[in-house]
């Protein structure tokens, strides 16, 4: 037991003579005691307290024998003093009347002096042991019974207020036994339902399900008890609810098995009405799959329709037909009466073709003026085309909107499955292409996808998924072709002049593709890195000494955009150049499309020192009288007025004629297309201020221009 605790055994030896003392310390002397001394003079009763030993031998007269004894006694009753006495009765009895625990005659024998100790020191030990003992199973009693009484405490608390707890939470709360009977609700669950606890309490669970579930809950409890499985505890499931009014509405459900105090199985459900987030899905979903100015289907949608309605008509074996409609004129209505005037038109559109379509058909609006139509119960040819002359009618009745007479028309592709098309890509895609074809005829009309046309679709979807990789792989590089000064014949810029290096088909020109590019949105990309490369090189040609010199651009329609300023100004930044050395061209019909649009980005382009060219002017539809409201600088001929103008007395006209009033607007004018020296006489001798052709130079890499400009080439006006 002393191992247990590890301790030595301690002796405090109070002598009145130093030499006793002395004698007494070397007899017990020995590595498992610890000796201290202190002598009668001294301050033994200190020592007692701060030593505590667990046994003290006393040598000291007897006078004084007793009332250190009785001293000790009162501080340390426990510890056994050993008096040391004579041989005689009278002092033994003596010592023991002192308060002595024991004696030791004189003259002591050292084992059995050690011996007589031993015993009672090891008394001593295991009786201080046992009262640590006892005092550490007391404290532990203590803090159990504390404890004890704290969880006891918090039990009854919880107990207390878990009603309590359970009605402040958001979920409705219910249980119930085996046989359905509900034995508790809180009071979200009474509100969801719209009964009160007394209700429902004591009543089956049954009575807040539809009739059509019952049977399900009751089957499954069954199932649950017998077999211990269920597809329902502690997954979060979705189920029809009984409300007390009678109406059926969704909730969120979360059932729990457990035993109760008995060991009775019971079962726990937590509730949530889902109404409102059924509600808000169901509100998502109409705002992913169809458009919200018309409530129509949208692409996503009409693709999903499209793509089960293949499905069936494989397995059928049955026709079904797609078709493609755009609207002629709508850009022109939305942007000169309004865009709620715009968007009134497209719903009243609609309506009208709806209106054509039977029940299983679908209309969807793709976005803008673009609409799609499917038709899965087409038969023949000859039915689709008969509805789409229906459309075709309706739409050229007149449209009375806020006051307004306003008159539309479309064209139509129709493409039929499996004809036209494997998949929805594919048949989307030709009936596109036939729609594009009635454009091209005129318009107000509808076009049946031919093998022809289905031949020009593949064509297509094959060159843009060619450009897409060119853009990827950066296959392309620019061109320059050089423009002349007509009264000094030097170099004083050149037209950026995009072509692509084709893996296959080597270099490609833009009429290759540019169209292509513009249809699918590929422009964007293509027209943003044009940009970039041209104002890295225009920085080349300045660190190669080039001084004077400009940079000309074509901007897309989709570039052509009010950050269009702000995009330029960063890549001027970026390849440190000035204003003056990169100058923009954009065509007479990207500039009237959007006249009011047109007329900021171009004041802002002139503010910011860009020049701007008209590109291809004379084959639009503007006035030189229109171009003043525009803040330009330059028109470009187009080559097709160049071409003849020395033999052909109408194309002089009107290239002087153009010439003439674009000097009298302030405009410079660039001929395009120069060729030949007849072609240049004409044009200096009427003026024209800048040549730009072949008669020069065709256009070359930027290596071979920087080349020209270093070696200051001119062209030769000589006669």
Known sequence: MNKVFNKKPTILIIADNDKEKQLLEKALSMKDYSIHTSDIKGEYSNNVKDIKPDLILLD??????????????????????????????????????????????????????????????????????????????????????????????????????????????????????????????????????????????????TMLMPESYRKKHRDAVKTLIKTGKSEIISNRIELEALHKNKTVFPIEVKVEALHDNKGDLMFTGAVRDISDRKFNEAKVRHLAYYDNLTGLPNKILFNEKLS????KSETENDLLT???????????????????????????????????????????????????????????????????????????????????????????????????????????KNADAAMYQAKKKGGNRYEVCSPILNARAYERIMVENELRQAIKNREFTLFYQPKVNLTTGAIIGAESLIRWQHPEKGLVSPAYFIEIAEETGLIQEIGDWILEEACSHARTFIDNGIGEFSLAVNISSLQFQ??????????????????????IEITESMMMESTEMSKQILQELSDFGIKVSIDDFGTGYSSLSYLKLFSIDTLKIDKSFIDDVATNKSDAAIVNTIISMAKNLGFKVVAEGVENKDQLKFLIDHGCDILQGYLFSPPVKSDTLLEMLKNNIKLDLRD
């Open 60 to 205: 000291v007269a007897k006078e004084v024998a007793g009332k250190v004894c009785k001293e000790i006694k009162t501080n340390a009753k426990d510890i056994p003093i050993f008096c040391m006495t004579g041989n005689s009765a009278d002092e033994i009895s003596q010592a023991l009347k002192f308060g002595a625990t024991d004696y030791i005659t004189r003259p002591f024998h050292k084992e059995g002096l050690r011996s007589r100790l031993q015993s009672y020191i090891a008394l001593k030990l295991d009786r201080d042991m046992l009262c640590d003992i006892n005092l550490i199973i007391n404290q532990q009693k203590e803090e159990l019974e504390k404890e004890y009484k704290k969880v006891e405490e918090e039990l009854q608390y919880t107990e207390q207020n878990l009603g309590s707890i359970l009605n402040t939470i958001w979920e409705g709360i219910v249980a119930i036994n085996t046989s359905s009977i509900i034995s508790f609700v809180n009071e979200e669950l009474c509100k969801i339902f719209g009964y009160t606890a007394k209700e429902l309490v004591g009543n089956s669970i």
């Open 322 to 428: 797609v078709m493609f409609l755009d609207l002629e004129n709508f850009k022109t209505i939305n942007e000169s009466l309004g865009h709620s005037i715009g968007d009134e038109l497209l719903q009243d559109v609609a309506i009208r073709l709806q209106s054509c379509l039977s029940k299983g058909d679908t209309l969807a609006r793709l976005g803008g003026d673009d609409f799609t139509i499917l038709l899965p119960d087409i038969h023949h040819e000859d039915d689709a085309i008969a509805i789409a002359e229906k459309m075709l009618k309706r739409l050229r009745m007149v449209f009375e909107i806020d006051n307004k007479s306003l008159f539309i028309t479309a064209s139509i592709g129709i493409a039929l499955f499996p004809f036209d098309g494997e998949n929805v890509d594919s048949i989307m």
């Open 562 to 583: 009010p950050t269009l300023v702000a995009d330029i100004n960063n890549l001027l930044i970026k390849n440190k150049l000035n204003n003056s050395q990169l100058e």
């Open 308 to 311: 089960n309605a293949i499905i």
